[in-house]
């Protein structure tokens, strides 16, 4: 088993930035890739962004390129989400997730109990 733990949402104005944190535990080296989704009110949870513990190859959804970046920290088990230039549009719940592989939420069996990101205009 593998646990997650978020951290760092909050309250931001249009044009600030945040930076989140995925805390990992258990059996991490079960898992090669952490990856951050988000889901808004209403939709469907989307891929946000992927990184790989072992090489530190990043993958990001096309619309958030330049703005969002994905990095991690080995000794710590530890990813994290910077956010920048953010937008309203950017308000929902983030979750960190493990235990699998692409940009599909189906295909990650760990997650984290995601945390809140609202930005006001």
């Known amino acids: 088993q593998v646990q997650l733990g978020e951290s760092g949402g909050g309250l931001v104005q249009a044009g600030g930035s945040l930076r989140l944190s995925c805390a990992a535990s258990?059996?991490?080296?079960?898992?090669?890739?952490m990856a951050w989704f988000r889901q808004a009110p209403g939709k469907e949870r989307e891929f946000v962004a992927v990184?790989?513990?072992?090489?530190?190859?990043?993958n990001y959804a096309d619309s958030l390129k330049g703005r969002f970046t994905i990095s991690r920290d080995n000794a710590k088990n530890t990813v994290y989400l910077s956010m920048n230039s953010l937008k309203p549009e950017d308000t929902a719940v983030y979750y960190c997730?493990?235990?699998?592989?692409?940009?599909?939420?189906?295909?990650?069996?760990?997650w984290g109990q995601g945390t809140q990101v609202t930005v006001s205009s």
């Open positions: 258990g059996r991490t080296f079960s898992s090669n890739n």
């Open positions: 990184i790989s513990w072992s090489s530190g190859t990043t």
């Open positions: 997730a493990t235990g699998g592989r692409g940009i599909s939420a189906a295909a990650y069996s760990y």
